[in-house]
Each structure stands twice: as C-alpha cells, then as structure tokens.
C-alpha cells in the first residue's frame, strides 16, 4: 500500500463549476499538507500548503485536511479551462524534508 | 529572482553513456533538493543538500547516481552507466534554510532524460 493515495482521475467538468480533488495517507506523522499543480512536461508548481488540520483559502482555492480520517482536499471554486492540469498532493513529516507525493489526479475543464 | 533553473531541458543518450544534470536554484535558498518523476507518477525523493551537505538518500539512488552541490550553490546529478529504467524526468526543488519539515519547496522546470 503506498502511503499517500491519489485517484488518477482524469476528472472532467464544465467551466464554472466546483472542483473537489482528494488524497488520503497511512502516515500518522505526516504535519505538513501541500497541493501542487503540474502542467505537461513542466515542474511542480505550488498552490496551497497546510500545517496540520484545518482549512485555509486562497482566492479560488480552499485546502482541508482532516488529520483524524487522514484525508485532504483542495477544492476549486469557479474553474476555468486554464485550470486544466495534474493536480498533486504532497506530504512531509516534522522531522524529514523529503515530501511524499499522490499519483496526482488530472483534471480538464472544459468551455 | 528568476526561480529554480534546470539544463539541460531535455537530454536523449544511449544506454550505458553518463550523463550529467545541473540545477540552480533560488538565490539564497540553501536547500536544494532532487526528485524523479515518471510518466503518471508523483515525483520521488532521490536526495537533498543543506548548503553543500547531503543530509539525506533515498534508497533508491543506486551506487550508479551521485549528487553534488560543491559550493551550496547549484547541484549537479550525475548518472552512471545509465539504463532504460532511468528515462525520467529528473526534477529539482529549493527552499529557504528553515526547520526540519520546511515545506514550500520550489520546482524547476525538470530535465527530461531518455535512455535509448
């Protein structure tokens, strides 16, 4: 079982709608919580991070994470074809650098 | 502040030829950190540098891969006698000098390798 699990999608929805995208980990030592989105063949950008549970906004983007059930989500708010892209998860623990990352989820927007 | 540089972009080389890779990455961001991705994959840690140590491997940077960051400021990663197994795209990441769990790591654009 790996410890970070991502569903590869790929998600399909209309432009303007509400986008909810999902991992879920096996690592209770996992505190810090990051969403990242990749275009083809481009780096990692990052969009959002969390420090343990709770919710944080940006603009469009709402991250959640649920330390008790071990889930978190980014949800995206009105979304554009210009959103269209992998969509990561990335989780470290206090005492490492290293980040664990999803499979990422693919996620196309359409006009 | 022109954020994490890779080269080369792209790099096609014959099985068993090395091959080197070089990052550069935010100015004054002392750790530098690298990953390779595979087509549908998340990114896998491989190695990071606090300034010009390597703190920490990843078991899967075999004995034919060698990271270095001689004056802490860009890293170069250098692989062996390179295989199929190895076409990757070969990322790197930099953050500021901060805790342990420091987070907000900053990709480059990656290098795409290719083993024929």
């Known amino acids: 079982q790996k410890e970070v699990e991502q569903d590869p999608g790929p998600l399909s929805v209309p432009e303007g709608a509400i986008v909810s995208l999902n991992c879920t980990y096996s690592?209770?030592?996992?505190?810090?919580f990051m969403w990242y989105r990749q275009y083809s063949r481009k780096g990692p950008e990052l969009l959002m991070y969390?420090?343990?549970?709770g919710n944080k906004e940006d603009g469009r983007f709402t991250a959640q994470v649920d330390k008790s059930s071990k889930y978190i989500s980014l949800f995206i708010r009105d979304s554009q074809p210009s959103d269209s892209a992998t969509y990561l998860c990335?989780?470290?623990?206090?005492?490492?650098?290293?980040?664990?990352f999803g499979t990422g989820t693919r996620l196309q927007v359409f006009p | 502040d022109t954020g994490v540089s890779q080269n080369p972009r792209h790099k096609i080389t014959k099985r068993g030829q090395n091959v080197t890779f070089r990052c550069d990455p935010i100015?004054?961001?002392?750790?530098l950190y690298w990953y390779r991705q595979t087509l549908g994959q998340g990114p896998e840690f491989l190695t990071y540098?606090?300034?010009?140590?390597?703190?920490?491997k990843s078991r899967l940077l075999s004995d034919r891969f060698s990271a270095e960051r001689p004056k802490g400021s860009f890293s170069t990663l250098e692989i062996q006698r390179t295989e199929q197994g190895d076409s990757a795209m070969y990322l790197c990441?930099?953050?500021?000098?901060?805790?342990?769990?420091?987070?907000?790591?900053?990709f480059g654009p990656g290098t795409r390798l290719t083993v024929t």
């Open positions: 969390t420090y343990s549970s």
């Open positions: 990441a930099s953050t500021p000098t901060g805790l342990a769990g420091t987070y907000e790591q900053y």
């Open positions: 540098f606090q300034n010009e140590a390597q703190l920490e």
């Open positions: 100015s004054e961001h002392n750790r």
């Open positions: 690592n209770s030592a996992f505190q810090y």
């Open positions: 990335a989780m470290s623990a206090y005492d490492t650098d290293k980040l664990i």
